[in-house]
């Protein structure tokens, strides 16, 4: 253990958070490939759904704020591994009240918001004030492919465990087994400093005159991410029918995601923008014609074109928002007080999109219908993401990369 902890601590500060994210990422797609799938299988009703995620991120908001204050009493990497041990109790909450049935998952969705919001207070500081601006583009690429690694064997793996145990209970040992090994695993960040949390700061966000850009950029991001992890939540397990047949389709596309994310991680924000956008095209048009055909091969076919885009556009927007995030506080001196009030904003706008959903619903239209329109709402805000990614490009200071530095 000693041996490890010094080739992790002689690692740069990046290279150990992508190792954290890299738990992170993975812990969460275990968590979210199937849980919310398990809560629309017990009735079939989307809003049940939307409630539990509104739940989360409500619940999160919260604990964010209760982060950030604990962050500025014990330092940015205890307030991190706080966050890994809250997520292994949210395991072992789930392994116990799985069995319980539809107010299991509010349970276990209060307590996986709380661990989250501790988690993102201390992440969103790490990538503000605690890494080099010009290394952030790379290391979304590289963190995007090597997620996407995992995502190749875990969901066929989870699924056919699941569909044979017709159980969540696969899901949650493995998700509490990663969550654990984060816990246990040394890594320093040389940032781990408490930080100050003062009102005025607050009151200079306000004052910005670039605030309403900012504002644009994280309605826009989160609106589209929570359009996302409603659709596929729910979409790939209607169009297939079962849990192993989700995981075959969830490992095809990650593959596909993979082998694209590798051999485009070198590229510059630059040159990602110019690809993004013929790629843009192509995929709200798969959008529209899944939504159009809602069957197994249109299916397939959106998600590796979607591999293929994300791969592009998703570390851009990325980029895009960090940058303009950095723009508001370019010498990093109020990363808690900002961390905060984005937050606020994109839990504003995930209220926003859950009550337009649960709106939607209450119109009494099918739940194939409701699902189709989530699928155009998700081309549109893709559309949104793509090009605030190409006008805040040159945003701010920092905002020319030296494709030297990416590469």
């Known amino acids: 253990m000693s041996r490890l902890s010094e080739f992790l601590n002689n ?81 072992l909450f789930g392994i116990y009240l799985v069995h319980i049935g539809a107010m299991s998952f509010v349970l276990i969705s209060l307590a996986r918001g709380a661990a989250e919001g501790f988690y993102w207070a201390s992440s969103h500081t ?29 969901p066929v793996t989870l699924g056919y465990l699941l569909a044979k145990s017709n159980s969540l209970l696969p899901a949650f040992v493995v998700f509490t087994a990663i969550c654990l ?17 003062h009102r005025n700061s607050f009151t200079e966000i306000l004052k910005n005159p670039k605030l309403g850009s900012f504002v644009a950029v994280k309605l826009t991001i989160s609106a589209y991410w929570m359009i996302d992890w409603l659709v596929l939540s729910i979409i790939p397990f209607v169009v297939l029918g079962n849990e192993l047949n989700m995981g075959i389709y969830l490992t095809i596309s990650s593959l596909f995601g993979v082998v ?40 397939y076919i959106n998600a590796i074109l979607t591999a293929l885009i994300f791969s592009v556009v998703a570390p851009l927007e990325n980029d895009m928002s960090a940058r303009i995030t ?38 009494g239209i099918s739940v194939i219908l409701v699902l189709k329109i989530l699928v155009i709402l998700l081309a549109l805000f893709e559309i949104g993401n793509y090009l605030l990614s190409v006008k805040f490009l040159k945003y701010g200071r920092n905002a020319v990369i030296n494709s030297a530095t990416v590469n």
Do not use: W
């Open 11 to 91: 690692l740069s500060p990046t290279k150990q958070y992508l190792l954290v994210r890299t738990y992170f990422d993975s812990a969460i797609y275990v968590f979210d490939a199937y849980c919310m799938t398990y809560v629309f299988k017990e009735n079939g009703r989307v809003q049940d759904v939307v409630v539990n995620i509104l739940i989360t991120l409500v619940t999160f908001f919260v604990f964010f704020l209760l982060g950030s204050i604990f962050m500025n009493r014990v330092g940015v990497e205890n307030n991190l591994r706080t966050s890994f041990l809250l997520y292994v109790f949210t395991g």
């Open 126 to 154: 790490i990538e503000l004030s605690g890494l080099p601006h010009d290394s952030r583009s790379k290391l979304y690429s590289i963190s995007y492919a090597i997620n996407g690694v995992f995502t190749v064997v875990a």
């Open 181 to 197: 090994l984060a816990v246990i695993t040394p890594y320093q960040f040389n940032i781990n400093k408490k930080l100050s949390l």
């Open 260 to 299: 694209i994310s590798f051999a485009t991680h070198k590229l510059t924000v630059q040159q990602k923008a110019k690809l993004g956008g013929p790629l843009l095209v192509i995929m709200v048009l798969a959008d529209i014609i899944l939504a159009l055909y809602f069957n197994p091969y249109m299916l």
């Open 326 to 363: 950095n723009h508001l506080d370019p010498a990093a001196k109020i990363p808690v007080e900002l961390n905060i009030f984005m937050e606020f904003v994109y839990t504003i706008a995930r209220m926003l999109i859950g009550g337009l959903v649960l709106g939607i619903i209450a119109t």
